[in-house]
């Protein structure tokens, strides 16, 4: 009965000491400062906790307010980018209206972010610039946005 208990209880510590671990209070952990950074954005433009690099913002963090996208839109249709400007830091809507996941990649690494089959993510670049985007998914896939 002793060893069981013993067991028992060094099965406790081991997951309390895993929770632990899983419920940091890292304030910066929503950020990312690496150009590789990839974001995925959940259907129907809600994201959650993940963001690219410092070119861009993907999400939001939890408990934070997402301002309104303001009707740009980026649509994927026919493993195809459609065209887009928008303005620094301005929040658009990405739509994948094909029926096979695709990503929003820039060519520069700065930011990337995938879109489910008949979803949408939103992205605000803050930086104004062309950005060259490609689908790491369908190297066929190319493009740009127009950031003013």
């Given at each position: ?6 067991g ?10 895993a ?7 890292n ?5 990312t ?5 990839t ?86 670049i ?23």
């Open positions: 009965m002793i060893r069981r208990t013993r028992l209880a060094i099965g406790l510590i081991v997951a309390a000491a929770l632990t671990g899983c419920s940091s209070d304030k910066a952990s929503g950020a400062t690496a150009a590789s950074a974001a995925t954005g959940a259907s129907t433009g809600a994201t959650t906790g993940d963001t690219a690099g410092p070119e861009a913002v993907v999400t939001t963090p939890v408990g934070a307010t997402t301002p309104a996208p303001t009707g740009a839109v980026l649509t994927i249709k026919g493993f195809a980018f459609g065209a887009l400007t928008v303005a620094a830091g301005e929040l658009f809507t990405i739509t994948n209206d094909d029926t096979a996941r695709h990503t929003v990649t820039a060519d520069d690494g700065s930011f990337t972010v995938t879109v489910e089959p008949g979803t949408s993510s939103d992205l605000a803050p930086v104004a610039g062309t950005y060259k985007i490609h689908c790491e998914i369908h190297s066929s896939m190319t493009g740009s946005i127009v950031v003013g």
